[in-house]
């Protein structure tokens, strides 16, 4: 290989960095409420913000498109998309589907160590649950459930689960949870892996459509009242 050749891979190697951590930094503000749904975001204001060039922040604004959090326009920069309760609902239908099926698989083929793993990331959002930070108990949650996906070892469903998501947690985190919800989630989070723990597929699908069936109507709910 060429030194030239490892010069240039050494700096897409960066440049990669460099646009994985301007999405990481969008996806936060995104999160917090800092960039709100619709807000347009331009190149520059966003490169001038985070000091780096133009092309990480392309690269950025296309993988925060790829996860349908927002519209790149072509030269312009991009919009955050716009969230309704339809919006709402169409997230939760997929997740509904698509994580009812991963909690199957993950419930048939999971070992003691991953049970483990997913245990103490309950025990980690009930903690959250009695706290005040609301950007903390969306990362509690998201966490577990993530672990939960990923057991179940298919990241292609994975990957369309990604779809919008950072929105609803955006949400979450304005509205919050209803009264009591907050203990129900935790509760309904137990139920689901002690049904994984027995390897009872049916039951652990179950659970896991319902839970999401219940978040959604919660956020909506949240939205409908203002929080």
Known sequence: MSASSRSDGGAAAIGATTAMRVAADLRRRILIGELAPGRRLKIDEVAERCEVSHMPVRDALHALEREGVLD?????????????????????????????????????????????????LADAFEDASTGSDPVRLVDANRQLHDAINRHARNPDAVRMLAQGRLLIDALRVRFGYGPRRTGAVVAEHRQILKAIGRHDVARAGSLARAHCTRARDDLLARMKSGG
């Open 72 to 120: 790149v326009i072509p030269h312009r920069g991009a919009v955050i998309r716009p969230v309704d309760p339809q919006f709402v609902r169409n997230v939760y239908d997929l997740r509904a589907a698509i994580e009812g099926m991963l909690t199957e698989r993950c419930a048939e083929g999971i070992d003691a160590a991953g049970i483990a793993e997913l245990t103490t």
